[in-house]
T-cell receptor, first 111, second 113 residues
Framework: QKEVEQDPGPLSVPEGAIVSLNCTYS??????FMWYRQYSRKGPELLMY????GNKEDGRFTAQVDKSSKYISLFIRDSQPSDSATYLC???????????FGEGTQLTVNP | NAGVTQTPKFQVLKTGQSMTLQCAQD?????MYWYRQDPGMGLRLIYY???????DKGEVPNGYNVSRLNKREFSLRLESAAPSQTSVYFC????????????FGSGTRLTVV
């Protein structure tokens, strides 16, 4: 079983929709949680970063961490065609030296 | 622009040939990483270097070697390429001591025929 599970999709939504992307994990030592966005034929770029549990908001993006359920989410409000990309979750232990990534979810926002 | 630079961007190799993928960062980061990305497999860590002078194996190190040439540069070598090494390779870096995200390069698309 993978340490981090992420539904690969693909996910297709109309412009303006609220998008929910999710990851589950099995390692209770994970404390640092991130979301990356990867456009086609590009490298991943850091989108959101959170520590431990709680919510973090940045514009149309909200990251949520529920450590009791070992579940993290990324919400995109008022989705735009420019949000079409693959979204990868990543996480790390306090004592860790590298990130563990989910497989990535491919999102398409249709005009 | 500051960031992580990978060369080459594209490469086609014949089975058995060797090559070195180059990576350089200009952000004064201590840690550097090499990943491969394959459909359905996500990002898998090949090797990493937590600091200059150290290297460690990741999940899938077989068939690869690395060299941390100095603080800026971290190269990945395929000694005898195999079709199973056809992939997109990403280099990444970050500061040591902080659990922050990586900065990734734009990738090298390698095809082994």
């Amino acid at each position: 079983q993978k340490e981090v599970e992420q539904d690969p999709g693909p996910l297709s939504v109309p412009e303006g929709a609220i998008v929910s992307l999710n990851c589950t994990y099995s390692n209770s030592a994970f404390q640092y949680f991130m979301w990356y966005r990867q456009y086609s034929r590009k490298g991943p770029e850091l989108l959101m970063y959170t520590y431990s549990s709680g919510n973090k908001e940045d514009g149309r993006f909200t990251a949520q961490v529920d450590k009791s359920s070992k579940y993290i989410s990324l919400f995109i409000r008022d989705s735009q065609p420019s949000d079409s990309a693959t979204y990868l979750c990543a996480m790390e232990e306090t004592s860790g030296s590298r990130l563990t990534f989910g497989e990535g979810t491919q999102l398409t926002v249709n005009p | 622009n500051a960031g992580v630079t990978q060369t080459p961007k594209f490469q086609v190799l014949k089975t058995g040939q060797s090559m070195t993928l180059q990576c350089a960062q200009d952000m004064n980061h201590n840690s550097m990483y090499w990943y491969r990305q394959d459909p359905g497999m996500g990002l898998r860590l090949i090797y990493y270097s937590a600091s200059e002078g150290t290297t460690d194996k990741g999940e899938v190190p077989n068939g690869y070697n690395v060299s941390r040439l100095n603080k800026r540069e971290f190269s990945l070598r395929l000694e005898s390429a195999a079709p199973s090494q056809t992939s997109v390779y990403f280099c990444a870096s970050r500061d040591r001591g902080g659990h922050y995200g990586y900065t990734f390069g734009s990738g090298t698309r390698l095809t082994v025929v």
